[in-house]
């Protein structure tokens, strides 16, 4: 496999922040940006998806909202408690920052993509299989400064996609 080609038919969905304060963090979005559309934050627990964090499911809880601007979501996290990869993002920077750029490409992709990211020896940090999306989270901080997200987007998961977008 050529491996200047890692990611097919990929597109830039998402920019993820962990931030210390979500309602801070909407809030200057919103006032200063014009940034609007993010629902009321929701509290995620690692443990109900089954999201693993180095091969393990531990847990780890934090608040989440996001909101579509036009181009990618924004995704903004607010860890809580336990451990995640988001919990080490916010211990290493107190004061948050951008910390995965999410791809998106169709769920049959997946394997491809996420297979060839792991011979390159870069690590998988979590990972989820959901309904509408199968998610690998990979150690590029060297290479990229943040973590990459690979998702792989099922049929369903386009309508919700659509559905997200016109909110």
């Known amino acids: 496999m050529n491996s200047n080609r890692n990611i097919p038919g990929s597109e830039l969905a998402q920019i993820g922040w962990v931030v210390p304060d979500i309602h801070a963090a909407v809030n200057f ?23 693993t964090y180095y091969d393990e499911v531990v847990p780890g809880e934090w608040l989440t909202t996001q909101t579509y601007n036009g ?21 290493r920077y107190p004061e948050g920052g ?11 992709e997946f394997e491809q993509v996420t297979g060839n990211l792991r011979q390159q020896g870069y690590r998988l940090l979590s990972k989820v299989d959901h309904p509408i999306a199968r998610m690998a989270f990979f150690d590029t901080y060297q290479t990229l400064g943040v973590a990459t997200e690979i998702m792989g987007i099922t049929p ?11 909110v």
Request: hydrophobic share 40%; no cysteine; proline share 8%.
């Open 29 to 51: 979005l919103e006032s200063n940006l014009g940034v609007t559309g993010f629902p009321p934050p929701q509290h995620v627990s690692a443990r109900d998806l089954d999201m």
């Open 156 to 166: 369903e998961g386009w309508a919700v996609i659509e559905q997200m977008k016109s």
């Open 98 to 108: 951008i910390q995965h750029n999410a791809f998106r490409l169709p769920v049959d």
């Open 71 to 91: 181009n990618v979501f924004i995704e903004l996290v607010q860890p809580l408690s336990g451990r995640s990869m988001f919990h080490d993002y916010l211990l």
